[in-house]
């Protein structure tokens, strides 16, 4: 079964300091990997995508397949960066429509 | 242009009520999600439509859960005789088709709480 875990509930770091949030996943398939963003009173909506290979706000993430990560950084946190962060995954292989697996979030709040 | 609607954004029922929540996909997308999400946790898939076609329920908790689209457009997600565990915030995503070209739009929910 695929399963996609954030270690941490929380994150606290302050303005300008460099930010790591993590992401494992469990998959035997063929996975494409997502971050989500939740800002206050905002909908969820996506961050960016490992395929892209893109950077987004100054944030970027590797698909490592060797440690199964996929864990999102951003060497100079703002504070608008404060938000509810989802890492999720999709089956990209075969007959996949799309389902998303989703961590449980982290909090990320960035002091100023 | 419109992102995806839902309705109503709060809903609070007695237990055994039954409710009905709605969604209104962006125009054109073929694909519709339903997913459920508890208070502290991401959320979890409940059901998958393409067009008109539920091509997946498995994440559906019980047999009270009953979603339909019978005209490929709007969606609603039915949930008979509540119970407390039904409480949670119930998202809808659509996609212009599947797989890994089509990132998912969502909603902004609708928060259910079951007194």
């Known amino acids: 079964a695929q399963r996609v875990t954030q270690p941490e509930k929380l994150l606290s770091v302050f303005k300008g300091a460099p930010v790591e949030l993590k992401c494992n996943y469990s998959?035997?398939?063929?996975?494409?990997l997502f971050w989500y963003v939740q800002y206050s009173r905002q909908r969820l909506q996506l961050l960016l995508r490992h395929i892209s290979r893109e950077s987004i706000k100054g944030f970027t993430a590797d698909l490592n397949k060797g440690e199964t990560s996929f864990h999102l950084k951003k060497p100079f946190a703002q504070e608008e960066d404060s938000a509810m962060y989802y890492c999720?995954?999709?089956?990209?292989?075969?007959?996949?429509?799309?389902?998303?697996?989703f961590g449980q979030g982290t909090i990320l709040t960035v002091h100023p | 242009g419109a992102g995806v609607s839902q309705s109503p954004r709060y809903k609070v029922a007695k237990r055994g009520q039954d409710v009905a929540l709605r969604c209104d996909p962006i125009s054109g997308h073929v694909s519709l999600f339903w997913y459920q999400q508890a208070l502290g946790q991401g959320p979890e898939f409940l059901t998958y439509f393409q067009n008109e076609a539920q091509l997946d329920k498995s994440g559906l908790p019980s047999d009270r859960f009953f979603a339909e689209r019978p005209e490929g457009s709007v969606s609603t997600l039915k949930i008979q005789r509540t119970q407390q565990e039904d409480s949670a915030v119930y998202l809808c995503?659509?996609?212009?088709?599947?797989?890994?070209?089509?990132?998912?739009?969502f909603g902004d929910g609708t928060r259910l709480s079951i007194l």
């Open positions: 998959y035997s398939g063929s996975p494409e």
């Open positions: 995503a659509s996609s212009l088709g599947t797989g890994r070209a089509r990132p998912q739009h």
């Open positions: 999720a995954l999709i089956n990209a292989g075969g007959t996949s429509y799309g389902k998303l697996t």
